[in-house]
C-alpha cells in the first residue's frame, strides 16, 4: 500500500466517525425538556429556600406552557407575583412542550386565568419547609416525557419515559 492508499482510508474514517458521532448527537435524547426540567426543579427548590429564609409562604402558578412564582402578601391578603428576584421570574416553555400536573391523584385542568385576584399557586412552598406534594410532567406529544415528583418534606425525584 501507498502512502496516498493509507491517507485516503484514513480521511474515510475520519468522515464516517464525525458522521456517527453527528448523528449520535442529534438522535440522542431531547435535550431541550432536559434543560426545562432541570431549570424547573431549581426553581422549585429555590421557591423552597426563599420560603423558609423568609419565613412566608410561596407558591407556583402553572398553565399550560408557562408558570409563575408568587408570595403571600400578609398584609393585602392576596397572592402577589414575585417580581424582585431573577431567579423566581415567569417563564414560558419552549414551542412545542408543554406540562401536565397532578395533585393528590387528580389531574389539574391548566388554563390561563385573565382575572389576577383568580390567578392562584397550586403548589405552595409553607415558610415551615414543608411542600404540596405533585407530579408534574413536562412532556412533548410523540416524544419524551419528564415527571417531576415533589414530596411533602420537599425533596423532589425526576424521571424520564420515553413514549415509543
Given amino acids: 500500500m501507498t502512502l496516498i492508499e493509507i491517507l485516503v482510508v484514513v480521511v474515510i474514517i475520519g468522515i464516517i466517525a ?5 448523528s449520535v448527537g442529534l438522535l440522542g435524547g431531547d435535550r431541550e425538556i432536559e434543560r426545562e426540567s432541570e431549570r424547573l426543579a431549581n426553581g422549585i427548590a429555590l421557591l423552597q ?7 412566608r409562604d410561596y407558591g407556583m402558578r402553572i398553565e399550560g406552557t408557562r408558570y409563575e412564582f408568587m408570595r403571600f402578601d400578609a398584609f ?3 397572592w402577589q407575583r414575585v417580581e424582585d428576584d431573577p431567579g423566581l ?6 414551542p412545542g412542550l408543554a406540562f401536565e400536573l397532578v395533585l393528590e391523584g387528580r389531574l389539574v385542568l391548566l388554563r390561563r386565568e385573565q382575572r389576577p385576584e383568580a390567578r392562584l399557586p397550586q403548589l405552595l412552598a409553607w415558610g415551615s419547609g414543608d411542600m404540596t406534594p405533585y407530579e408534574l410532567t413536562l412532556l412533548r ?18 424521571s424520564r419515559d420515553d413514549e415509543s
Fill in 49 to 55: 429556600e426563599q420560603a423558609q429564609l423568609e419565613g
Fill in 76 to 78: 393585602e391578603q392576596a
Fill in 18 to 22: 464525525t458522521l456517527a458521532t453527528l
Fill in 141 to 158: 406529544s410523540g416524544a419524551s416525557r419528564i415527571t417531576l415528583t415533589g414530596a411533602a418534606d420537599g425533596s423532589i425525584e425526576i
Fill in 89 to 94: 421570574a415567569p417563564r414560558e416553555l419552549p
